[in-house]
Each structure stands twice: as structure tokens, then as C-alpha cells.
């Protein structure tokens, strides 16, 4: 079967390059070096330009190690080929985790350099746009996980590096708005981004229940690999797959709820400190008139 092409030969030892993609490690050696050469010595080339933090820096470096962690190492190999539940955990860390942390780390005046046209800046206004974010990437989310799908997309190497793609812009979009790196696209209060990430957990769920629950192996694509190759049998490894998206989910999802609650909280008592301030004032102002 087609499902079973992806898995061909899968008994045999990975190569080195199989296991540790020394392409992509250059590629994001190459993004790091590029970003920090941007950020610092060749600032002032930038209009608007500012200082930015080491903790910024730190962000988006850790957003290339998470990269290569997803993609570059045996988890990529073995979650593609053998485990579920490490291809599970791969697409955690690829779609969940790791895109904030390029966002919080990507100064606006960095991002802002490349929107100059009006082209551009209509295209990122369209989408940014709160609704088509949260269903775009929820809808490949689900997609992907549907079993024909999946195993479709399995045999055929170049139209999975596709979905890929897209799945993750639909992954920087939807966290885009939420760390927002650029107040002019800013397009939620922090109380409506607390909506937004309330509303992408319901939207992911039906996905993740359907994969926990499930009574029998859903896909054929891991049908070819021998048991022993397997930690668990194949329907626990599924079912943990399924688990370990949820709880990923439930903890990135929390700490996006408790940033912004954080910055509501903090914007709302300097408004109060600030109206309290200004009622002193000009009480002051009455009593010494």
C-alpha cells in the first residue's frame, strides 16, 4: 500500500545525516548569525532602530534550537518512521512552543523593514485578521490529523514538506497575534487575546479526543513498523501521541493566558495609579486656589 511506502527499509541503521540533518543545522546557524549581526552591529541601517535586549536575543535563539531539536534530530527520524507519539511530540514543539519564542525575540523594527509596500502591508492587515487566523490554523491542524490524510501524506515526501510549510505559517499566524512583535497590527486587547487562546484550545481539542480515544489504530502508515521497534503497542503509543499533544497544548496555552492576563492586570493599575494621580492633582490645584 501507499501508506506503507514512507516506512520502506525503516529496519535498516539511519545514516548520519538521516538522524541529524546537518543542512537544516547550517541553515539556522546561518538565520542566528544573521539575526545577531542585525540586531547589533549593523543596526543603525534599520530606521527606527533600537537596542534589544540580551533576554530578546535569548528568545530567538532558543526558537532555532527548539527548530533543529523538531526537525534536525532523531526525534524528526524516529517520530516520521517508528513512534507516534515522538511525531506527536515533534509537531508540539514545532506548532506550540516554539513559534512564541521567535515572536517575543523578533524586534518590531526588524520585522517592520521588510513591510514597506502598501502590497505588503495589505496582505499582513488581511492576514492578521483574528478570525481567519484561528480557523486557518486549526483547520490544518485537524486536517493533518485526519487518517487518510495523513497517511497520504506520509508516502509522498515532497507534498509533506508542503503541508508542512503551510502548517507552519498557519502556526506563526496564529501565535502572531498574541506576540505581537508590531503594535500597528496589533489587533486584540489583551482580554480579547485571552478569547482567542480560550477558543483555539475548544477548536483543538476534537483532534487530540479523537486520537486519545480512539479504540483502534487509526493509522496505517506506522501498520509496516515491527513491534519490536515499539516502546508500547501500537494503539497505547497512538493514544499516548494524543496525550502528550493535549497537555502541551493545555501547558503553552496556559502560560499564553497567564502572560496576558499579567499585562491586563498591569495596564489596568497603571491607568488606576494614573487617574488617582491626576484626581490628587487637581485637588491640589482646588485647594490652593
Not at 256 to 274: G, I
Request: aromatic share 18%; glycine share 6%.
Amino acid at each position: 500500500m501507499n501508506s506503507h511506502v514512507s516506512h520502506t527499509g525503516h529496519e535498516a541503521v539511519p545514516t548520519f545525516t538521516q538522524l541529524w540533518s546537518p543542512g537544516l543545522l547550517l541553515l539556522l546557524v546561518v538565520v542566528g548569525v544573521l539575526y545577531t549581526f542585525a540586531v547589533g552591529r549593523w543596526r543603525d541601517r534599520f530606521p527606527e532602530s533600537e537596542p534589544v535586549l540580551l533576554k530578546k536575543k535569548l528568545y530567538f535563539w532558543t526558537g532555532l534550537a527548539l527548530w533543529y531539536i523538531a526537525e534536525g534530530t532523531p526525534v524528526a527520524f524516529y517520530g516520521m518512521h517508528y513512534l507516534f507519539s515522538v511525531h506527536m511530540f515533534q509537531q508540539s514543539i514545532l506548532y506550540l512552543i516554539m513559534p512564541p519564542f521567535f515572536l517575543v525575540g523578533l524586534p518590531g523594527w526588524l520585522l517592520r523593514a521588510g513591510l514597506k509596500s502598501e502590497g505588503s502591508k495589505r496582505v499582513m492587515r488581511a492576514l492578521t485578521h483574528p478570525l481567519f487566523a484561528l480557523f486557518f490554523f486549526n483547520f490544518i491542524f485537524s486536517m493533518y490529523h485526519i487518517p487518510m490524510v495523513m497517511d497520504w501524506l506520509m508516502a509522498r515526501e515532497l507534498m509533506l514538506w508542503l503541508y508542512k510549510a503551510v502548517f507552519l505559517f498557519a502556526a506563526f499566524q496564529m501565535w502572531f497575534l498574541i506576540f505581537c512583535p508590531l503594535p500597528e497590527y496589533n489587533r486584540l486587547s489583551d482580554l480579547k487575546k485571552i478569547g482567542y487562546i480560550f477558543v483555539n484550545g475548544i477548536l483543538l481539542t476534537p483532534a487530540c479526543a479523537l486520537i486519545i480515544f480512539a479504540s483502534h489504530p487509526m493509522y496505517e502508515m506506522y501498520a509496516s513498523v515491527s513491534e519490536q521497534y515499539l516502546l508500547l503497542p501500537m494503539l497505547d503509543d497512538q493514544q499516548l501521541g494524543g496525550v502528550i499533544m493535549k497537555i502541551v497544548q493545555e501547558i503553552v496555552y496556559g502560560v499564553a493566558l497567564a502572560f496576558c492576563f499579567y499585562r491586563w492586570y498591569n495596564r489596568e493599575r497603571q491607568k488606576e495609579e494614573e487617574e488617582d494621580l491626576a484626581f490628587l492633582q487637581a485637588a491640589g490645584n482646588v485647594n490652593g486656589a
